[in-house]
């Protein structure tokens, strides 16, 4: 069974900044597209950044210029900073691994930005 272990959720008042963690098994993270999700009570998950192998991203509209995904490929990790959080920035937020086919998430953090 693939784990993706992930920690850095939390409370975070408006205007702060989180950043989030994902570990993956070594075998699995020099091939895989790396990305975070989030779900919001009510709404359907939604793509919010994804890294590739060579490096490129990707990031949904709405945390453009705010969130910075990357990976260290030496610690197995993937990262999201998120800046300038906004209340509707609060979500469950899942790492997702992705290689054709075979799809893996883990269990997901919450992120609660209020005041």
């Known amino acids: 069974q693939v784990q993706l272990v992930e920690s850095g959720g939390g409370l975070v008042q408006p205007g702060g900044s989180l950043r989030l963690s994902c570990a993956a098994p070594r075998g699995m993270f020099s091939i895989y597209t790396m990305g975070w999700y989030r779900q919001a009570p009510g709404k359907q998950r939604e793509l919010v950044a994804r890294i590739m192998i060579g490096g490129s991203t990707d990031y949904a509209d709405s945390v453009k210029g705010r969130f910075t995904i990357s990976r260290d490929n030496a610690k197995n990790t993937v990262y999201l900073q998120m800046n300038s959080l906004k209340p509707e920035d609060t979500a469950v937020y899942s790492c997702?691994?992705?290689?054709?086919?075979?799809?893996?998430w883990g269990q997901g953090t919450q992120v609660t930005v209020s005041s």
């Open positions: 997702n691994a992705r290689f054709t086919t075979y799809v893996y």
